[in-house]
């Protein structure tokens, strides 16, 4: 009993939803409690240390030399101090390990719920489609019946008088071709049909039978191998706060045998059992007996509601209908073929890990690809099934034919018609020929060799499958790469790559370098960000006159990455230049991907010139350029042989690219200005970041660049590129010529109509909705950070308070927040969402309004928001229609969920600006 044989029905879809929130609710709740519980152990260690460090001048005196009191006292503040650092050493595991892994865990789960629901809703949508298709031919059939029965009544008085008065000759042509025509459509209206039934019928079974079970089987072994990390980490919380105390003992014992329950094959057991659905036959649709009953006797070729129609009219569009169907069926087969090869391959990785004895988490991995390549693989096999029975349908009905291809239209009005009964050989000659509209007689229609068609092989060509269509939003996605982990060498304290097995790899002299020259991963809310690399602050003591020397053409070299993370080597012979900080002086590394990744520190000799273990030449250029030619190791004792360049990503520009204009404004992180690119001559807008910043807030100042290069819509802000080369470190954008919205609103005041303001909220209403569906929460949405461009387009500015996330938990405080922008639940809890924006999105549309109007002008911070809580909401600024305003009330929902999404924000001011038009 499993969920694909039990959880198929509507009800207990809802259900599997409703579970995977619950559990979502119950692991946050989790993970603040555990938080608040390394907080309470910290404060209780340090204040037994404080009480040690108190309670240890009291010194053991004479006078109570042999007192076993005295031996006890002193033995319990002896003890607390041991007590304080083993309890230090718990709260420390359980914030560095354990909070880490719950913090992976909520993320996988979010994710698998969200991939559950869309391929479910994509699954289901198909099969509405399907339906939709059906009816849609079914109704096109029954049109062309009444235009049959119609034209064949005309006919069919023509054919019992055909020498009645006032028929001319013209007008019984005109009678015979409107009723071929109503045949016709008749015969291809009812292949239509068929086809659509079986292709509907297919995927009906197949959705019962194999998809969703599929896609419900899919999601046990998932929450599954979820329940087993959940397993791991209440182990771990269970272990690490036990104090062994008589009162604690009992509590978590109790926790204990709660988590020695848990058991994977066993936790859905009672859930199933009150939520399980008996799984749903298949309903195939049928041929529609009226439509069978409409055939009339003196037909010579009647449509069978089991087979498509071949005759004249319907044998070319059968025959690219076959062609079609193949190429579909060569493509469907080739992916199948390639999936079975990767599931075979899949498994066999799974039982030499199982063997070797690998760890759960590589083994988990394993498990959830095969068990996405098996349920491809049933897919695909339906999708095989499905265009193999349609191409089994026409193949019959055209292996069925004898010498000649049948009528699809006897026409019997006189001795000068012409016969519509072709043979295949009058379908080889070139006579038989297509004439467009003035086509007056079947006997003129080009065909092609019936017999060829049966001899012709089926198409084995693969083709590549169409695009899907653009949302209404451009989404793009962004490869995140997992930062390789480093390990530190206690004895000479430097860092090293630790090769499989654990081993650490073989180093030579030139390839040890410092701590400080290798970048960490940054880590927030359990996520590794994808950062851009840091350059080093100027040094002093390095000679200017070498530094140039190394330097000089490093940067025009694509190779050369500055001071770039090796981030970017992925396969045994990747390689990349770039810079670092050694005893405080800068030195150009040689980094290749060799068995891991391997550091090589240039070499420069006495005479000025560069060498690794070989010859040594004048440039940093030379030398690589004949270590790659050459394709020998860099070294003899590493291996490491140089393949391919990984050259710089198309936004890291050189700093001399940038020629800085004027200053314009200053932020947090340093000065603004108005800059020009060197090579294009197209002005841009350059934020620069302090030299002197320490390097947590250079990352949180690239932040903002990460985040901007993936997006690209009018309404945001443009990213152009990042200067790493050299400080300052730069972040280049498109200048927007209005400056700030604030500040124009201020400016222009009565000059703006009521219909101006209106659309700049619609436009910023779009940037907001196209970040809400790449799950982007701004946080800090106001007209200040808000640009205005050419005619009037405002676009949102300043992301860096962003996070790409459906859900952002804030741990660290509350510093520097907009308290009078940001929503109730934000600044209660710290947990930040799309729907925070929205609450943002209502004061901006006020402040729009009032023109530059400061929020609850004369409140402080903590009044204004203690009368929020009561229910206060700023009233309507001067001539604010009334539909906007309700929109702003609607945004001010103290409930998340009451509040309207972007999407639907659109949606409303866009029938509001069509009222004002």
């Known amino acids: 009993m499993g969920f694909s044989s039990s959880l198929q029905g509507k009800n207990s879809h809802e259900a599997l939803l409703q579970r995977q929130d619950a559990e979502l609710k119950l692991l946050e709740n989790l993970k603040r409690w555990l938080v608040l519980r390394i907080k309470c152990d910290r404060d209780y260690a340090s204040a037994l240390v404080s009480l040690s460090s108190i309670t240890s001048k009291f010194e053991k005196t004479e006078e109570l030399a042999g007192s076993l009191l005295s031996l006890a006292v002193h033995t319990a503040i002896e003890n607390s101090e041991t007590i304080a650092s083993l309890l230090k050493q718990n709260a420390d595991f359980l914030s560095n390990i354990t909070l880490e892994k719950l913090n992976a865990l909520l993320n996988d789960k979010r994710n698998t719920r969200k991939f559950y629901q869309e ?91 194999v998809l969703l079970p599929g896609l419900l089987e899919f999601q046990q072994v998932v929450q599954e191998d979820i329940l087993h990390q959940c397993h791991t980490v209440i182990e771990e919380i269970s272990q690490y706060s036990d104090f062994s105390s008589e009162p604690f003992k009992l509590l978590f014992n109790m926790l204990q045998a709660r988590v020695d329950e848990i058991n ?36 010579s070729n009647p449509l069978r509601p089991d087979r498509v129609a071949v005759d004249d009219l319907t044998l ?177 304290g430097t860092q090293f790559v630790p090769q499989e097995g654990g081993a650490a790899p073989e180093f030579e002299e030139t390839t040890v370098l410092p701590l400080n020259t290798l970048a960490t991963p940054v880590v927030e809310n359990g996520q590794n960000l994808d950062i851009f690399p840091l350059p080093l602050p100027p040094t002093p003591n ?37 810079e670092t900080m ?5 030195q150009v590394v040689l980094s290749v991907a060799w068995a ?4 090589f520190i240039v070499q420069t000799t006495a005479e000025g010139l560069y060498r690794f273990e070989g010859p040594a030449f004048p440039t940093v250029q030379e030398l690589i350029a004949h270590q790659q030619e050459c394709g020998l190791p860099v070294t003899t004792k590493s291996g490491a042989i140089l393949k391919r360049s990984v050259p710089r990503e198309t936004w890291e520009l050189n ?133 205005v461009g050419e005619n009037n387009v405002v676009k949102i500015s300043d992301f860096g308070m962003s996070r790409e996330e459906q859900e952002y938990i804030v741990s660290d405080g509350m510093k520097q927040i907009p308290i009078k922008w940001t929503a109730p639940e934000a600044l209660n809890y710290g947990k930040y969402t799309s729907l925070c924006d929205v609450w943002s999105f209502g004061v901006l549309s006020w402040e729009v309004f009032s023109r530059g109007g400061t929020p609850y002008s004369g409140l402080s911070n903590t009044r204004s928001r203690q009368m929020i809580s009561a229910g206060y909401r700023m009233p309507a600024p001067e001539g604010t229609p009334d539909e906007m305003y309700r929109l702003m009330r609607r945004c001010w929902e103290y409930e998340p969920e009451r509040r309207p999404h972007f999407e639907e924000i659109c949606d409303l001011l866009d029938e509001m600006m069509k009222e004002m038009s």
């Open 542 to 578: 390095a000679s200017p006159i070498a530094n140039a020397k190394i330097a000089a053409g490093l940067s025009e070299k694509e190779w050369f990455h500055g001071e770039e993370v090796v981030r970017l080597l992925v396969n045994d012979g990747d390689f990349l230049v770039r």
């Open 655 to 787: 700093n001399d690219d940038v020629e800085l204009v004027e200053k314009i404004g200053s932020g947090n992180f340093g000065d603004v200005y108005r800059a020009r690119l060197r090579h294009t001559g197209v002005l841009a807008a350059v934020k620069t970041c302090r030299h002197t910043l320490p390097d947590e807030q250079k990352k949180k100042f690239l932040q903002e660049g990460r985040i901007l290069k993936q997006y690209e819509h009018p309404n945001v802000v443009r990213f152009i590129g990042i200067c790493v080369q050299k400080q300052p470190i730069m972040i280049v954008m498109e200048l927007v010529p209005g400056g700030s919205l604030l500040n124009y609103l201020r400016q222009k005041n009565v000059q703006l109509t009521t219909k101006q303001l209106m659309a700049m909220c619609v436009d910023v209403a779009a940037g907001m909705a196209y970040l809400e569906s790449r799950n982007c929460i701004h946080r800090d949405l106001a007209v200040r950070n808000c640009l």
């Open 119 to 209: 391929e479910y809703n994509r699954l289901v949508a198909e099969s509405t489609a399907l339906q939709e298709s059906v009816h849609r031919a079914k109704i096109e059939y029954e049109k062309s019946v009444d235009g049959y029965k119609a034209s064949f009544t005309k006919y069919e008085e023509l054919t019992s008088n055909p020498k009645s008065k006032g028929s001319s000759k013209k007008s019984e042509e005109v009678i015979k071709e409107k009723f071929q025509r109503a045949v016709k459509r008749l015969h291809i209206a009812h292949n239509d049909y068929v086809l659509n039934l079986l292709e509907s019928a297919d995927y009906e079974r197949d959705f019962r039978t």
């Open 316 to 492: 070319e569009a059968l025959k690219q209908k076959l062609r079609l169907l193949e190429q579909r069926l060569s493509s469907v087969q080739n992916e199948l073929a390639l999936k079975q090869t990767a599931l075979q391959k899949l498994e066999a990785e799974l039982m030499a890990l199982k063997k070797e004895g690998s760890s759960e988490k590589e083994l988990s991995n394993i498990r959830r690809q095969i068990e996405g390549c098996r349920r491809q693989v049933g897919e695909f096999r339906c999708l095989e099934q499905k265009w193999q029975r349609q191409v089994d349908t026409i193949g019959e009905a055209v292996t069925a034919l004898s010498g000649q291809v049948p009528s699809g239209c006897e026409l019997h009005l006189s001795s000068e018609s012409v016969s519509t009964s072709v043979s295949l050989d009058e379908l080889n000659t070139p006579s038989l020929m297509t004439t467009g509209n003035n086509n007056t007689s079947l006997g003129k229609r080009r065909g092609q060799s019936l017999v060829d068609i049966l001899k012709r092989p089926f198409s084995r060509k693969s083709m590549t499958p169409p695009a899907s269509p653009g949302s209404r939003l451009k989404a793009n996605q962004e490869t995140r790469e997992e930062p390789t982990m480093t390990k530190m060498d206690e004895a000479t």
């Open 596 to 599: 891991g990744h391997k550091h």
């Open 582 to 586: 050694r005893h405080e002086e800068r």
């Open 264 to 299: 994977p094959e066993s936790e859905f057991k009672e859930f199933i059992e009150k939520n399980k659905s008996a799984p749903i036959a298949a309903q195939p649709p049928i041929f529609d007996a009226k439509l069978s009953a409409l055939q009339d006797n003196n037909h």
